[in-house]
Each structure stands twice: as C-alpha cells, then as structure tokens.
C-alpha cells in the first residue's frame, strides 16, 4: 500500500508532462476569449488600393442613379405642363374673324366668342358725332369714345352687363346704345355706363381690322 503511494506522484508527473509541452508551445495570446485563432486569416482588408476603387464605382453607381432620377421627375413634370396646355380646338377659339360687311350703318349684331357675346355696332355719323360730345364729367367710368373703338365708326364690346352679367338689350335705352332690363342699366352708343347699378363701361375686347370689312377679335 505504502509503495503504491509512493509511485502516485511519478505517475501524474508522466501524466501531465505532455500538457506542460503543448502550454509552452502555445503562444500565450487572449482573442476575447476565443480558441478559434483562424479567423484572422480570414478578415477583409479595410484599407489599401482596393478600398478606394470600391468607394470610387459605389459614387458612381449613387451618381448614376441620381441622374436617371432627375431625368424622370424632368419628363415627368414635362408631361404634366402639356396636359396644362390648351388644345387645338380651344386654341382656335382664341380668337374669331367676323365679315362686318352686310351690317347697316346703325345696326348691331351680336356674335359669339370664346362662348361670350360680343357686341359689333355700325355707327352712324350722327352717332359718332354724339358719342365724342360727352364730357367725361358726367360719366361714372370716364372714358372718351376714341379710347374705346379704333374706327370712329364701329365700335366692338363685349355684350355682358357689368353689373351682375346679363345680356343687354341693343339699341334701346334711355342713350339708344344698350339697357340692361334685369336692373336698368343704361349705356350709350360708345357703351359707357350711362345710368343704373352697372359700375363700369361695357368692356372692350382685344381685337383688329384684317381687311376694310373683316374684324378678328382676340
């Protein structure tokens, strides 16, 4: 029994002899921890030459992308302003060319333009006369007749009450222009407001003479 305790520590000393070798072989680093040692041969290089050409084709890429985007909100936005655009047809109705030649002097007609009235009125030389006679001191909305036609003896303004937008009748009235029955507006033969509610003159389109005979309003 004696003998067997007396070898005991010879043979843990064999025992743990190859563990004393491998301990000192072992470089004495601490990985967090780790046992796994491999994994450093394994890691991505974060700088070098290689880096900056993966930044270089990433900006390119981001750049690249970005233009495609501002190309299509431009076609886009492009598109949509078109659709604002007047058509055709409409534009036609921009302006309208009348034949004034079978109106009797004295006589008005009424056309229509962009879905409106308009007023085309023959005026006589007495008419004419009267018309530039007025003073301005007794009109609401002061205006001389040669302000508002371009040929003493037509005058061309629109055929809607300024007051609440009837049609006023023509060649009636108090001023043998046109009278408003709906309030009793009265204009004269220049179509200023004469007397009544109505604030202001019968308005006055844009328009010109194409030919002696030919009126293109708009």
């Known amino acids: 029994m004696f003998a067997a305790a007396a070898r005991w520590p010879r043979l843990v000393g064999r025992s743990l002899a190859p563990c004393r070798a491998f301990a000192a072989t072992t470089p004495a680093t ?3 921890g780790s046992m796994d040692y491999g994994w450093t041969k394994d890691r ?3 700088t070098g030459s290689g880096s900056a050409e993966s930044r270089g084709f990433t900006y390119l890429i981001m750049g690249a992308n ?3 985007y501002a190309s299509a909100v431009r076609i886009a936005a492009i598109k949509f302003i078109a659709t604002m655009s007047a058509s055709k047809d409409v534009l036609a109705l921009a302006s309208a060319e009348f034949d004034v030649t079978a109106i009797d002097p004295g ?3 009424t056309v ?3 879905g409106k009235p308009v007023f085309i009125r023959h005026r006589t030389d007495a008419e004419v006369a009267e018309a530039e006679a007025v003073s301005l001191d007794v009109l609401r909305d002061p205006q001389t007749d040669a302000d508002r036609v371009q040929d ?3 005058l061309v303004c629109m055929g809607i009450c300024t007051h609440l937008g009837c049609v006023p009748i023509s060649n009636a ?3 043998k222009g046109w009278f408003c029955p709906c309030h009793g507006s009265h204009y004269d033969n220049s179509g200023r407001i004469r007397k009544g509610p109505a604030p202001l003159n019968l308005e006055i389109p844009q328009y010109k003479f194409t030919e002696d005979n030919k009126i293109l309003v708009g």
């Open 30 to 32: 601490d990985h967090l």
């Open 107 to 109: 006589a008005t007609i």
């Open 173 to 175: 009235g108090d001023y």
């Open 152 to 154: 003493p003896e037509w």
């Open 112 to 114: 229509k333009w962009r």
């Open 44 to 46: 991505i290089a974060k």
């Open 66 to 68: 970005k233009f495609i």
